[in-house]
Every structure is written in C-alpha cells, then in structure tokens.
C-alpha cells in the first residue's frame, strides 16, 4: 500500500517553508521608531488630529512629550499644514468625475538651544479619488478615510526623519 499524504500536512509544511524563507531574508515587522532624544515639543494645535497620532507614535518609542518647549531635547515646528481637494476630470455635462487630495506638511525641527536638527521640509501626499453624485454618502466617507491613511503614512514620513536626526557632539564627529 502506497504512503498518501494528507493535505493538511502538505498545507502546514508549506506555511513552515514561508514562514523560513521570510526569517531568512531579514524580514521583521517595523518597530517603533528609535528617536535619537529623550523629550520632544510639537508644535501642533491642541485638537489637531495629526498632533495626537504622532504623539501618540512618539510616546510608543518611549520619548515624552513635553507640553514646555524650554524642557524639551528637540522642538518640532509646524510651519504649515494644508489640504486641498482638486478636480482631475470632468465628464461630457461638465460634471466632476476624478478630483485629488493633497496633504502638505511643512516641518523644521531645532533643539532646545536653537540649533536647527532638521531645516524646514516638507512632505506632500495625493491621493486620486473617482466621483460619482449617485454615491455623494459613499464618497464622502471614501475621502474622510482617504485623508486618514494620508495621515498615518505622514505620520510614519515624520518619524522617519525624526530618527535620522543627528544630535549632540558625538553625532558631529561622525558626519566628518
């Protein structure tokens, strides 16, 4: 009588092959950021949505956020945040058909002396969106969540060059 396998084996050998092979190639899930300074300040409005997600990802790296830029290592500078909503397309009767989103974030970064860590700059993000006035409810929340997920990848963008940032005497000395 001839040796059958099972499929369920032949299924949980192959996930244990993936799982190997993504081991192997270095694969980890992304961390939370390793911030180069111990206190930070935001210069983010109280009730800013954007403010409270990163705040909320910089607490997650274990640097405080401080609400006295005079107490803090690092002071992060809003310089503008915008959005804005453009037509791409119209259709035959004039009518919107695809319009963009755009996020603009404008950023400097200056430790608690004035020195300048990262000088001003800035992130933009789009996103395209078809449209259609049969569907007004649909589209409306297709933007809302369309300009959250804008936030989130801002938020990723700001801590990413926020732990690039070089700081102290130490770092000085490996830039020459």
Known sequence: MP??????LIRWLLTLLAVSMLTACGF?????????????????SGNS??????????RASGVEVVSDPKLAEAVLQVI?????????????????????????FKFAVKDNAGKVLIAPVEIRLK????????????KQAEEGLLYRDMQTDLVQQILRRLSAT???????????
């Open 3 to 8: 040796y059958r396998t099972s499929p369920l």
């Open 49 to 58: 949505s954007l403010g409270t997600e990163l705040t909320r990802n910089i």
């Open 80 to 104: 503008a945040d915008t959005r804005e909503k453009k037509i791409l397309t119209l259709n035959t009767d004039g009518r919107v058909r695809e319009y963009a989103l755009y996020q603009r």
């Open 166 to 176: 070089k700081t102290g005497p130490d770092d000085q000395n490996d830039q020459e």
């Open 127 to 138: 996103r395209d969106v078809t449209y259609n006035e049969n569907q007004e409810l649909a």
């Open 28 to 44: 980890h899930l992304r961390g939370p950021a390793n911030l180069p300074f111990k206190t930070i300040y935001l210069g983010f």
